[in-house]
């Protein structure tokens, strides 16, 4: 029995192993997750880093929303202290204002908690643009003047398909054209009885971008790279031609003649890692013998790119791994 109970023991230890070792399901990865067909979702998860992207994306605009919502309060109370002259109404303010100066800390933190919306917020919205369009629609629907002359049939065909085809259109909101994505694909994983749907929408839930910005960047490169692909479509080879996609520089900058010389003083005693640190600063030296300050681990390629009104960067080793990186997106 008791040499039982140890191979009993061992088995388990065994099991536990493996699953330690299990790791990650294959096919869970964002990347895995992709569908050729769905450019606008798959821009959103090499975006996010996040196969379940839209979820995570759903909570970072309504956490946006919570403090829009109570930096509003807060400043109405500021605006209704200034106004008020009583002196114990004044106190109360004082305290309102600082639970409010709470609220925003810890949402700032990101504790959604820390300011609640309507049950039913998200739907609320959705029922008053559906009247809306209701709205819009049972005007376009109504017939207009007849004119003097009698129609014919064919005339008539005409006018009705005409009337028919009229259809009002509201343009959503992002938090609003997410939430009647995801409560469709929340309404099918019910009817597909698809528990693990909602095991991911939980984790997406208590997801923390914990990314570095270095990772930010080359999610929002790849993210860039997909929709100049499938939206654009520009073909892979033209991406990196000229200035029209992106804009590549090296990541250097001049240094003071002062500078140089203190560089090649110390160089002459010490190696150049060590000279660096007596410095301060990252360098190298060019190809005709001067010096340039560089990014920290050398001179790093900065690939740049303008989308709206916002420029963005993006930080590759050289040329290779930009082509490599542009490549492997292409490949999903």
Request: charged fraction near 40%; glycine fraction near 4%; include cysteine.
């Amino acid at each position: 029995m008791e040499h039982q109970a140890r191979d009993n023991g061992k088995d388990r230890s065994d099991e536990s192993g493996r699953a330690m070792k299990r790791g990650r399901r294959k096919g869970s990865g964002v990347k895995s997750s992709i569908n050729r067909e769905q450019p606008t979702d798959t821009r959103h998860k090499l975006l996010h880093s996040h196969r379940d992207s839209r979820m995570v994306r759903l909570r970072q605009l309504i956490l946006a929303l919570k403090k829009e919502q109570a930096t509003a309060q807060r400043n109405m109370l500021v605006e209704e202290r200034k106004a008020c002259r009583d002196e114990k109404k004044r106190k109360d303010y004082d305290k309102a204002i600082h639970e409010s100066n709470d609220v925003l800390a810890a949402l700032e933190q990101d504790d959604g908690n820390a300011w609640t919306l309507a049950d039913n917020y998200l739907s609320a919205r959705k029922a008053e643009i559906e009247s809306q369009i209701a709205t819009k629609n049972d005007q376009l629907s109504k017939k207009p003047a007849l004119p003097r002359f009698h129609l014919t049939t064919r005339e008539q065909k005409v006018l009705d398909k005409l009337r028919a085809s009229q259809r009002a259109y509201v343009l959503l909101d992002e938090i609003d054209s997410l939430w009647k994505t995801w409560s469709a694909q929340c309404e099918r994983a019910v009817l597909n009885a698809d528990a693990d749907w909602f095991r991911r929408q939980a984790n997406a839930l208590d997801h923390r971008d914990k990314r570095t910005d270095a990772q930010k960047d080359r999610a929002r490169f790849e993210a860039e790279v997909w929709r100049l692909l499938t939206v654009e479509r520009v073909p892979e080879r033209k991406i990196l031609d000229g200035d029209t996609c992106f804009v590549q520089r090296k990541d250097e900058q001049p240094l003071t003649d002062k500078e140089k010389q203190e560089i090649r003083e110390l160089e002459q005693l010490n190696r150049h890692a060590v000279v660096e640190d007596m410095i301060g600063k990252s360098y190298k030296r060019t190809d005709d013998a001067d010096y340039v300050a560089v990014s920290k681990g050398g001179g790093a390629l900065i690939v740049e790119w303008t989308l709206g009104k916002r420029r963005y960067s993006c930080r590759f080793k050289n040329g290779r791994c930009v082509r490599d990186a542009i490549r492997d997106i292409a490949k999903l």
